[in-house]
């Protein structure tokens, strides 16, 4: 193989940056290219529901800096890949041209889900900067906005655009917000403080259609009742961006199957020595928790993820000797979470998800500062902290001990 193909990422984003830098950091020196669909250099998405939804949202308010390893990598922005032919190693973007590499990452992350429903003025999702700079144009004063979804990204929209004067509705199919990653007592706390800074709910309910020609002027629910508004965001959760390499033998269920060292695995269970994954997109095992497989939406995900292919490729590419000593490395990264919603700040560690079965309260109180409780089989899986973050710190070490017990 000539040494002078590049290493092609797919996907310009937090995972693919932290990829390239990882790399660089393993001592690979050769060429690296990163593909990405977008026209912005590698962003940090979650101010994008947040404060930057509310100041102005511009690509220099959310830019990951620029650092000296990675200059000499090889950026294609507004360049989307089509297709991946694993065994001519090539990568295929939508001008038609073929990209050959020597190994090949795939960063691609997930995209928003949407309703199904006719593409009409005043629609909106939140997944890339260009979608908040839309989104806040229309976030003025007054305006009415029915937000679809009652998850984090939702919820977090409608506290921004609540601080911006307009007048909310949250439409949901759950009893309260955020049930599913946080549990009932917690989700209906976060409604109760939401309620108090004037977003109203319609919960239980689901969308049974769009009212207005050319623009949004409102949704019809399940039961009849009307919800007028001027813009509709829709947060109902995301997709993988993996149709590009459906033409592969990759075990595609839910993004991109992998082992604990990043390398993507096949429907067969072969798994690739030239082919990781990374970020949103990449489904891993963690024995921080069990061998079991899954795919984690944390912003410390395409970091660590990152950090771990890059070491891994790396010490593959420089063939020292090194690699299997790296591979063998133990992978256990700590899924952490935050969200800022009003003067509401969360905080989590672990997976809170895999002990909704057995939810308690460690300290404080439901409607003050709370640490909140996952169990499984008495083990503490996970910890949500409102109000509360260096004192989620030693809940944070005990589920790490679990890793190394
Ligand atoms: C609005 C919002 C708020 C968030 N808030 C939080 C938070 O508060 N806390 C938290 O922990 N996490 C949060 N997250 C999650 C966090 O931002 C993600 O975990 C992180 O962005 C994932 O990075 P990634 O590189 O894996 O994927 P992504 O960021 O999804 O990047 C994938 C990139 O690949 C590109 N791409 C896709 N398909 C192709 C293709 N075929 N060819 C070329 N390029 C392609 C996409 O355009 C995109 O640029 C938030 C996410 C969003 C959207």
């Not at 102005?56 to 308010?61: F, L």
Request: hydrophobic share 45%; with cysteine.
């Amino acid at each position: 193989m000539p040494d002078a193909l590049p290493v092609v990422i797919v996907g310009a984003s937090m995972g693919g940056l932290r990829t390239a830098e990882a790399l660089r950091r393993a001592g690979y020196s050769g060429p690296v290219t990163v593909i990405g669909e977008e026209l912005h250099a590698p962003y940090n998405r979650p101010p994008l529901s947040k404060d930057v939804l509310s100041t102005g949202v511009s690509h220099e308010a959310v830019a990951f800096p620029a650092r000296a390893a990675t200059a000499d990598v090889t950026w294609m922005l507004g360049a989307r890949a089509i297709s991946a032919d694993l065994e001519a190693r090539t990568v295929t973007t939508d001008d038609g041209r073929e990209h050959p590499w020597r190994a090949l990452v795939i960063a691609t992350g997930l995209r928003a889900r949407r309703l199904d429903l006719p593409l009409i003025a005043g629609r909106h999702c939140v997944r890339t900067l260009d979608d908040a700079m839309a989104l806040r144009d229309e976030l003025v004063p007054g305006a009415r906005v029915v937000v679809v979804g009652a998850g984090f990204i939702g919820c977090e929209v409608a506290a921004t655009a609540r601080k911006l004067g307009c007048e909310v509705t949250i439409v949901a199919p759950g009893a309260d917000p955020l049930i599913r990653p946080l549990g009932a007592e917690l989700g209906a706390e976060l409604r109760r403080r939401h309620e108090a800074h004037g977003v109203s709910f319609q919960l239980g309910r689901t969308v049974a259609a769009m009212l207005g020609e050319s623009a949004f002027e409102g949704l019809q629910l399940d039961d009849g009742t009307i919800v007028p508004g001027d813009v509709l965001v829709e947060a109902i959760g995301s997709e993988c961006n993996t149709h590009w390499l459906d033409a592969t033998d990759l075990d595609l269920t839910d993004g991109v199957l992998a082992d604990a060292a990043l390398r993507a695995v096949s429907t067969d269970g072969t798994v690739s020595h030239d082919v990781f994954v990374v970020g949103d997109i990449a489904r891993f095992p963690n024995l921080l928790f069990d061998g079991v497989a899954r795919r984690v939406e944390h912003w410390n995900i395409p970091t660590d993820t990152g950090k771990r292919a890059g070491a891994v490729l790396g010490a593959g590419l420089a063939a020292d000797g090194s690699f299997d000593e790296v591979v063998a490395k133990g992978f256990t990264p700590m899924p952490a979470f935050w969200s800022n919603q009003f003067e509401m700040s969360l905080q989590a560690y672990g997976l809170p998800g895999l002990g909704a079965g057995d939810i308690r309260i460690l300290e404080g109180e439901l409607s003050g500062a709370v640490a909140v409780g996952y169990y499984r089989a008495e083990r503490l899986v996970g910890v949500v902290g409102l109000g509360l973050k260096a004192e989620l710190l030693p809940y944070r070490q005990e589920i790490a001990a679990h890793a190394a017990s």
